[in-house]
Each structure stands twice: as C-alpha cells, then as structure tokens.
C-alpha cells in the first residue's frame, strides 16, 4: 500500500500571499546614496502555511518526508456568504452555484505546498499529480491528501519505498 496522508487545515481558505519589499536609502561611502533593500513574506501568509504545517506535522506522527514521486489531493471547501439569499445559499451547497471568487485555488495550492515543504515531502518538486476542487460548504476549510505513487521512481533516483 502507498504511503498516504490527509489532514485538514480548518478556517476559511486562504493563498499565499505575494513576497512584499521594502526600501530605504541610506548614505553610503562618500556620502553616496545606497539603497537597502528587504524582502518579506506578508505575516497573514507566514501565519497561515504555520497552521498548514501543524496539521500535516500531526497526520505525520514523527515518520520521515515522503522521497518519492508525489500526487496531491487538495479540495477548497469556501464559506458560503451569509448576505446572500437561503434560495442562493442552498444552491451553492448543492454545487449549483461555484466559489469563483478569492482566494484564487492556485494560491491555495501554493501556501499548502510551502507550508508542507521539508516535512510531507522533501521538495515540492516531487509533486507530479496535483488536483484541486473548490467548493462552498457550511465548514470552511481545506483538506489535503498526499500520496506516494507506487511503482514508480524519481527522476533522481530515490526509489518509491516498497
């Protein structure tokens, strides 16, 4: 059998979001303007891949990253806005109605891939099957599934464990 995980990230979904910057001139020798230059990760996407990542350290129970060629399950279950009609609300439940809105599912992916990078699998590199579903539900969240694949091996070498 293929080794697997799931666990759930609970909370309405979210994406990473994108690496910010920040500048400031300094003078630098000889009084020459120097400019210093920082890059960060905005504190709700750092915050939000710490939940991800308690979650999967949790499914893992101490066992080693997966080294193997990786497919990943992710389904995007978005809260269903309470401003909107019980008729409306009803029928996004029933899947008539798609989230097609933010977070973007792509984004979400990333912040569930970072957040599980090193500790489900040793790069993300090994992700070769991924398939995202976004859905409304009553209880916002985003459960994941990862898998090695069996029979396979990776491109570098490291052999799916047997």
């Not at 210093?36 to 990542?53: D, G, N, Q």
């Not at 996004?92 to 957040?115: C, F, H, Q, S």
């Not at 040793?122 to 694949?149: C, M, N, S, W």
Request: hydrophobic letters at 35%.
């Amino acid at each position: 059998m293929a080794q697997q995980i799931k666990f759930t990230v609970p909370g309405v979904p979210q994406g990473k979001g994108r690496a910010r910057s920040s500048a400031r001139i300094i003078p630098g020798k000889g009084g020459k303007p120097m400019a210093i230059t920082r890059h960060y990760t905005p504190e709700k996407t750092v915050a939000y891949e710490s939940l991800i990542r308690y979650a999967a350290a949790q499914a893992m129970e101490g066992r080693p990253p997966f080294t193997g060629p990786i497919r990943m399950e992710i389904d995007i279950v978005c809260p269903v806005p309470a401003s909107w009609s019980k008729v409306r609300q009803r029928r996004a439940l029933a899947g008539e109605i798609m989230p097609t809105v933010k977070p973007d599912g792509d984004n979400v992916e990333k912040a569930v891939k970072d957040g599980i990078n090193g500790l489900v699998y040793r790069d993300d590199v090994q992700v070769v099957q991924d398939f995202k579903v976004k859905t409304y539900g009553e209880v916002p969240a985003v459960h994941v599934r990862v898998a090695e694949l069996q029979g396979v091996e990776s491109a570098q070498g490291a052999k799916r464990h047997a």
